[in-house]
């Protein structure tokens, strides 16, 4: 089993900056990709940034330039630094990694989320 858990949400004012961690822990082998997707209410969950274990990244245009991705192998680690926060950037942020286990079953699995809020 492999667990993701998210952390560092929270209410920031529009143009401030959050650090939103995701820690991966459990029977892995490998994280072959670690990414972050959002939810905003009334609306699908979409891609925001991935970033493969070979240190290729993915953006959704509406946050490129001002979000980064980025990993710490040796904590199973992923990080997303968000800057210039922006009231549609509110939205429940997930946490998802793939990779193989320990036991050489691939896994798929998402956080739970946490919740990132931008108002004034």
């Known amino acids: 089993q492999v667990q993701l858990v998210e952390s560092g949400g929270g209410l920031v004012r529009p143009g401030g900056s959050l650090r939103l961690s995701c820690a991966a822990s459990?029977?892995?082998?490998?994280?072959?990709?670690m990414g972050w997707y959002r939810q905003a209410p009334g609306k699908q969950r979409e891609l925001v940034a991935t970033?493969?274990?070979?240190?290729?990244?993915n953006y959704a245009d509406s946050v490129k330039g001002r979000f980064a991705i980025s990993r710490d192998n040796t904590k199973n680690t992923a990080y997303l630094q968000m800057n210039s926060l922006k009231a549609e950037d509110t939205a429940v942020y997930y946490c998802?990694?793939?990779?193989?286990?320990?036991?050489?079953?691939?896994?798929?699995?998402w956080g739970r989320g946490t919740q990132v809020t931008v108002s004034s």
């Open positions: 970033l493969t274990s070979a240190g290729t990244t």
């Open positions: 998802r990694a793939f990779g193989s286990t320990l036991s050489g079953t691939r896994y798929d699995n």
């Open positions: 459990g029977r892995i082998f490998t994280i072959n990709s």
